[in-house]
């Protein structure tokens, strides 16, 4: 069973910039699609971008466009989620998750979180105004 690992959170001013990693271990993740979701207190989780398993297509909510990049490296079963101009609404634990049924990312981008991804236990971020 594949496990994720989360880090790279922390606080920032607004208009700062942070980089979140996720690393996988126990399974290779390079043959599914990661994405990265967000959830603030009270708040359901929402998910903020998805990258295929080759990198070929990516997909954003359209608060982050322009301002979250979401990448992978397969070789080292890790992503990335550089998150710039960050703003306080940004605020929430950042979780990675991947989903083993559609490695193009579609299902997890259009259906959002079902019980059959994967994802690791969080890392905060603060974006201070």
């Known amino acids: 069973q594949v496990q994720l690992e989360e880090s790279g959170g922390g606080w920032v001013q607004a208009g700062g910039s942070l980089r979140l990693s996720c690393t996988a271990s126990?399974?290779?993740?390079?043959?599914?699609?990661t994405g990265w979701f967000r959830q603030a207190p009270g708040q359901d989780p929402e998910i903020v971008a998805v990258?295929?398993?080759?990198?070929?297509?990516?997909y954003y909510i359209e608060p982050v466009k322009g301002r979250f990049t979401a990448s992978r490296d397969n070789a080292k079963n890790t992503a990335y989620l550089e998150m710039n101009t960050l703003k306080p609404e940004d605020t929430a634990v950042y979780h990675c998750?991947?989903?083993?049924?559609?490695?193009?990312?579609?299902?997890?981008?259009?259906?959002?979180?079902?019980?059959?991804?994967?994802w690791g236990q969080g890392t905060q971020v603060t974006v201070s105004s």
């Open positions: 998750v991947i989903d083993p049924t559609d490695p193009t990312g579609y299902t997890l981008g259009v259906m959002g979180l079902t019980r059959q991804d994967y």
């Open positions: 126990g399974h290779s993740f390079s043959s599914f699609a």
């Open positions: 990258i295929s398993w080759s990198s070929e297509s990516t």
